[in-house]
């Protein structure tokens, strides 16, 4: 979920650019020109294109599908967060053995908004139901990262035939106690919200969406593919208010969610620094909706572990899709400890 409170960050993090014509960074005396040169980098930045895929109409919307993979191997759908799109949760996931398809949720990307009624996550799972027809796949594993893991909770609870295995990435699930979200909400208020959208986010979503990916991937460097990400389709008009809504949404639609198959495969990926959500408070409440989730910690990671650690990701996903039914899972108890815990030091030091 790319919706984060942005934190303070340092010079030395911010992408380096060759040709000698930006700005340098401020003296160390000068902290208040750190902001205006920030942004004037930005808008140097050449505009990326983002990523083209198939667009299929499915009833009455638009939905954009990147697919990935072996187009011949076992169905994976990937789900992304609040605040981004499909061309970002491929990324680790494109040359799988799987065939992987992943749509941009509506609202997102280049794909049709539901109406305000059915963009929280109950409504998204029917919105997922429907395309899953539409692609003519009658059974998936589901990998969602975040706050696109709450619509596919809903269809595995609602539509356990349809699901066979879900992979969920730093997923949120659990209702949350309110937040500022000082820039989003007053991007979405009477009178000033539509002047925001387009002058101010819709003017510089470079900047946006780099402040909200640097604060997801905190404590982590920013990884650098993720540089590649077309911002204005990240960040535009039309996606801040389906990211409002569905946050609007959100709190009631999983306070509805009922307790899920006790044999369904569910595979939890979390970094226990995780600054946007909290790991503990949303894997107790997946411990409360299904009897024995396989849960991995890893310390020093943020929220997008699936980029800083991809190679992690893609075990997970092979054991979900070669997991087999078992009548009794383990069930996670201690979440913060050192037992259930797993140091990628070795590996983030490598990458």
Known sequence: MMVAQIGRQRWASLPSYSNGSMPQAPSGNRPELLLPIL???????????????????????????????????????????????????????D??????IAPDRPGYGLSTPLAPAERGPEGQSFWLERLLASLDLPEVRI??????????LHLAARRPDLVSGL?????????????????????????????????????????FLD???????????????LSDLPASHVVNPITIRTMADELRAFNLDMERLPDLPGD????????????????????????????????RLLEDVGHLPHHVVPGVAREMLRDLVE?????????????????????????????
Do not use: Y
């Open 95 to 100: 040359n799988s053995d799987f065939r992987i």
């Open 211 to 225: 402040r909200g990916l640097r604060s997801s991937s905190f404590p982590n460097p920013l990884p650098s593919h």
């Open 39 to 93: 942004v004037m980098r930005l808008m140097l930045v050449k505009p990326v294109q983002p990523t083209l895929g198939t667009t299929i109409h499915v009833e009455d919307q638009d939905v954009h599908i990147l697919d990935g993979g072996n187009s011949h191997g076992i169905p994976v759908v990937l789900l992304h967060g609040c605040g981004s799109l499909a061309q970002e949760i491929l990324l680790p996931f």
């Open 264 to 295: 369904l495969p569910l595979h939890v990926l979390f970094g226990m620094a995780d600054r946007v959500i909290s790991p503990n408070w949303h894997i107790d409440w997946l411990c409360r909706k299904h009897p024995g989730p396989i849960v």
């Open 167 to 207: 992979f969920l990435i730093s997923p949120c699930c659990a209702p949350v106690p309110s937040k500022p979200l000082i820039v989003l909400r007053s991007a979405v208020a009477p009178v000033v919200g539509p002047l925001i959208r387009q002058h101010v986010i819709g003017r510089w979503p470079a900047f």
């Open 323 to 351: 997991a087999f039914e078992e009548t009794e899972l383990p069930r996670v108890r201690s979440i913060g400890s050192q037992a259930v815990a797993e140091r990628v030091h070795a590996d983030l030091q490598r990458r």
């Open 143 to 152: 990998v969602a990262h975040s706050i696109g893991s709450a619509a596919a």
